[in-house]
């Protein structure tokens, strides 16, 4: 996989469509924002990712609850990225804290790979950069980083649940531990005593601060004054308090008790190096494991994803085909209104292909769907379509919007052409997409423009789709396929003049026009521009002078 991909879609957003992937990790969400794309040399590796979430997702769907506890652990994995690189670069021994994080994660991680592979049948999963070798499985490679794992942070008698530094791993603890315990315990006796007896001398509570509080008029103030069990902090103009006083034998315990706490920590210390100095003999197998639950977070959010589109894995081709493929943000648009998407189908070919239609005809949408899909496949993602053959390319180019650039002095045609010449010298293979090139200079020529770049691209090896309004070459003398939207050919007329007057012109166009494609056998340009131009409201006499221009003769 590599970043070195020529994509130049400036009305997509493509980062967004990256994030549409939502792992529930931060190892997942890390993977997904910088992993690379599919190369035309990672076919095998396409296909191997794909097939590893086509058999994850099946495994899932006849196992509900095994979805649901991978999604749990997955969704509790801690981020430890910070300390594998603690290991890898640092001297210093973990904290306890730190430990029982990198416990936390590998117990999570434990449970959602046998969670994964128990509901997929399958030993292997891919690894996550499959350009840096074969894909090989994860799950044996975590079984190694598991060995490592409880050989280093379980010992044999540690209980189950979370970790704890208990005294398995280190013989001296113990005796230290439970004098520490008993001396403890003698302490809070002490301290009930005295805590007792001082409530009983003076008729009032004392807190769990072990604070006595007297009222500033009370006459027990001059005793407390002189008993040496208590000392006199803060006083108001309500009331006094005091503090009790530990006694000698507190004092002593205490101290007996801090003696105790240092030689514990030392002791606790010295096992946290040597967990430590394991762990980073075998840090490699940690930080393979740690790419492998970034995987599978990451597969398991590309499966709730395809299961959102309801779409399909794509699978490599020569030829891009589509089935039943929509534009996401425009689905999730028109969901809001209640409506949906219309699905495209469409085969293209390596050479030049000719799209027409009508204004408003879905040709920009067809050309941001074949992007978007491109794309995501690219990514390793599924595609929002009921089937899909997509061709893995270097380059992809979709020039669409307005491509003037005024800080350079580049003018909208400036734009176009030098986007072009960009895409013509872009590495194969790759794919084209022309939304009206040629339309911001004078027809005559944008027309001889466009027609003879239909010629050469019907010579090359680019997959290229031209959307276009202007009269160009015909496709049996240019050596090009076309391609036009139905549009409003079959509309009824009458229907379509009452639904405008109804419901408004742009509901009746999205009722009546037909996005399907259909092959032509000549390249002519729609003629629905006026009829649109007067539904949108433009005063009749100019409507009426425009059919009269269209009746002169062209010179």
Known sequence: MTHDHQIHAPTLDLRGLRLEARPLSPAGRALRDTRGLFAPEDVDAQREWYAALDTLERGLDARPAADSALRDHLATLPDVADLLHHLTRCDEALSQAQIFRLDEWAHHLDAALEHALLASGAPLLPEPLPAQG?????????????????????????????????????????????????????RVRQRGDARRSLQADYGCPVD?????????????????????????RAASAFEQTFALVPSADER????????????????????????????????????????????????YGLICLKRRWQGCWPTPGATLRLAGAVLPALDDALRTRGERCRPLDLSLAPGATLLTGPNMGGKSVTLQTIATCT????????????HAEIPIVRSLYLLQGDLADDTEGLSAFGGEVERLRDALNAPEPKLLLLDEWGKSTNPREGSALGGALLEHLATQPTLSLYASHLPLAHPTQGGFVALGMVGLADADPGLLDADVQTHGWRAALRRHMRYQLRPLQRADAPAEALRIAAWAGLPPSLIERAHLGMQEPSE
């Open 208 to 232: 769990a601060q072990r604070l006595l509080r007297l009222p500033a008029s009370d006459p027990r103030l001059t005793r407390a004054h002189e008993d040496p069990r208590l000392e006199a």
């Open 134 to 186: 074969k894909p090989g499985g994860i799950a044996a490679r975590w079984h190694a980083a598991r060995c490592t794992w409880r050989r280093h942070l379980r010992p044999p008698h540690h209980p189950a649940g979370p970790w704890r530094l208990v005294d398995g791993f280190d013989e001296r603890l113990q005796a230290p531990r439970e004098e520490r315990r008993r001396l403890e315990r003698e």
């Open 375 to 386: 794309y995501l496949a690219l990514l390793g993602y599924p595609l929002p379509a009921t």
């Open 252 to 299: 002593a315990l205490t101290s007996t008790i801090d003696a105790l706490d240092a030689q514990i920590d030392a002791l606790e210390a010295e096992v946290c190096e040597r967990c430590t100095a394991g762990l980073r003999s075998e840090v490699h197998k940690l930080t393979r494991s740690y790419q492998a639950g970034a995987t599978l977070d990451l597969l």
